[in-house]
């Protein structure tokens, strides 16, 4: 790891070499560099667990990746890797290991920690689960009033609901059959506007709420938390005599996820309903074990384990397949090509398939809370890039919106395009599937134009007759395709998987810690200091102009 000396990564000699190299690079356009080779697909393509991941159309060539192997090694990518997976304090400014691999380890696997074999508790925490999903996919979870639940909301923010939002969202196909149905929902804004809905919408007796939370003491899920005690116990009221049916209520509507037991239990959630975790997976790492129990509730517990294998797959390639054919190593070499070298500091996710709508949601907090940072493992301040700005949306939308600046803005960007190749076997009618398939065909012509319109620009034409600037394309934006074979409970784990190792690798490359997050904790303080002065309850007078004044404008509105 580049922490094993105090060397920053750009004073490695593979940094240097990668500079001047990039003098050369920075001026050929990527239509050069197809011109010049045509075994670029061959060269810069590399499939494994079900996925394809096409890195030709980076502004690279052969050379640029020796260097950034070289680089990878200089910075000891190879030794963090095993550290990281065999449970080592990578998390280093709160001395613990990073082991959301290991959530995903086969029953049989062994990972010694501290002394301690982790892989029996990782699946008797994934039996619990499935016994509560058990209970309800039988319809015999009952609410207060002895009715099936039917409405299941979960109460998370973050980590503890983005990866479950997507990936429920990504695999609602893969729903069992012949089990008593059951709605997944999601709850995460502090400001209620979620809640206002569900609880305007939803039958009090059939709604069960899951309280997700690694910390339990997120103000945004504990706020939508005591919303939903207040409703359910009001509206249950009349069963019983109120405080046995409170208490009966919040036992009978409440799950609990999070690893501190004793602040679900403070909180008032029954123990019989607690799902727990450990500190030492991180919350935006934390939707292959028990914070997955929306994904669970939705696919069931058979594709829930195809996700986890899908992932260990990829735990096992990026354990064991050299850096030079790795996809997480490449991948994330690419990005520091483009970030460090070529001054690409913005990175649009744009997946061509509806079901992965979230995916660039979860991404954002996956990379951008990871590698967000601009202090070394060591305190020291950077003076290089690190995480791009990441943000995207499904494909086909954004064409319809911010693709123009994609090709004729004045900023470089690079994509990531996402589809899979086969979609819609399953449709029974003969005329309906054919009709989708050619939408599919539809979506993969387009994901596939994009990337060659901004590779080749102009060139993209055969009759590239003259044309005025305004309709003119410079082309050289570079982008990643990533190919499923089929969108599964498995390609989306590998898939997840490879993002997740692709954000290690950088970290390392950049010498900071991926899996802490400090730099939301001043906010936390200063709006819990501003609540109490809305409130009435804290001083004012000291605040910057610009506060006093939106803090005024909020008392003047609210004595309307
Ligand atoms: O504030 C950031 C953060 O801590 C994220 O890292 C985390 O995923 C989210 O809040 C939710 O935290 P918790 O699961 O502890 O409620």
Redesign the pocket.
């Known amino acids: 790891m580049a922490s094993a000396s105090s060397a920053t990564p750009d004073t490695l000699p593979a940094w240097q070499t990668l500079r001047t190299h990039a003098d050369q690079l920075k001026h050929v356009h990527l239509k050069t560099l197809f011109g010049d080779d045509p075994g670029r697909w061959q060269c810069f393509t590399r499939q494994v667990a079900g996925l394809t991941l096409d890195l030709s159309k980076q502004r690279w060539d052969e050379d640029t990746l020796e260097h950034l192997l070289a680089l990878a090694e200089e910075a000891g990518v190879r030794g963090a890797i095993q550290a990281l997976l065999s449970g080592k304090r990578v998390n280093t400014s709160e001395n613990r290991p990073a082991l959301h691999t290991a959530l995903r380890l086969p029953r049989d696997a062994s990972l010694i920690v501290d002394g301690e074999d982790v892989v029996p508790a990782v699946h008797e925490s994934l039996e619990r689960m499935a016994e509560l999903v058990e209970k309800l996919h039988a319809g015999q979870w009952r609410g207060a009033t002895g009715k099936p639940i039917e409405d299941v909301v979960n109460l998370?923010?973050?980590?503890?609901?983005?990866g479950p939002l997507m990936v429920t969202h990504a695999l609602a196909d893969f729903r069992p059959e012949g089990v008593h149905p059951i709605e997944v929902h999601f709850a995460s804004t502090m400001d209620g506007s979620q809640m206002a809905d569900y609880l305007s919408r939803f039958n009090p007796e059939t709604t069960l709420f899951v309280l997700?939370?690694?910390?339990?003491?997120?103000i945004?899920?504990l706020s939508n938390a005591d919303t939903a005690r207040d409703w359910l116990t009001n509206r249950l009221a009349r069963y019983g005599s109120m405080s046995a049916s409170a208490e009966l209520v919040v036992r009978q509507h409440f799950i609990g996820v999070?690893?501190c037991p004793e602040k679900m239990s403070e909180w008032g959630v029954a123990p019989a309903h607690q799902l727990r975790f450990w500190d030492w997976v991180?919350?935006?790492y934390?939707l292959w074990g028990t914070?997955g129990l929306p994904i669970a509730l939705v696919v069931g517990m058979a594709n829930f384990h195809e996700f986890l294998a899908g992932a260990h797959s990829m735990d096992e390639h990026f354990a064991k397949v050299p850096l030079a054919d790795n996809m997480p190593v490449l991948l994330a070499l690419a990005g520091i090509w483009n970030v460090n070298f070529l001054d690409i500091r913005a990175h649009s996710i744009l997946p061509y398939d509806g079901r992965l709508e979230y995916f660039a949601a979860y991404l954002e907090?996956l990379e951008m809370?990871s590698n967000g940072k601009s202090v070394t493992r060591q305190g020291n301040t950077i003076n290089y890039s690190t995480c791009p700005v990441l943000w995207g949306q499904l494909g086909p939308n954004a064409q319809h919106a911010f693709y123009q600046l994609l090709h004729q803005g004045t900023q470089p960007v690079v994509c990531d395009f996402i589809a899979p190749l086969r979609r819609y076997d399953e449709v029974e009618n003969h005329d309906t599937r054919a009709h989708l398939k050619a939408q599919h065909r539809l979506a993969l012509s387009n994901c596939f134009a994009q990337s060659r319109v901004l590779m080749l620009g102009d060139d993209a034409l055969d009759d590239d007759g003259p044309r005025p600037q305004h309709k003119r394309y410079r082309g050289n934006q570079p982008s990643t395709t990533v190919l499923l074979d089929k969108l599964t409970p498995s390609t989306l784990g590998a898939l997840i998987a490879m993002y997740e190792h692709k954000v290690f690798v950088q970290a390392m490359i950049w010498d900071i810690n991926p899996f802490d997050?400090w730099g939301?904790?001043l906010g936390?303080k200063i709006a819990g200091e501003t609540q109490k002065i809305l409130e009435h309850d804290g001083e004012i007078q000291s605040l910057d102009a610009s506060s006093r004044g939106l803090i005024e404008a909020f008392w003047a509105a609210e004595d309307h």
């Open positions: 998370g923010v973050g980590g503890s609901d983005l997700s939370s690694k910390s339990f003491t997120t945004d899920t999070s690893a991180g919350g935006r934390s914070i907090q809370e997050q939301v904790e936390k």
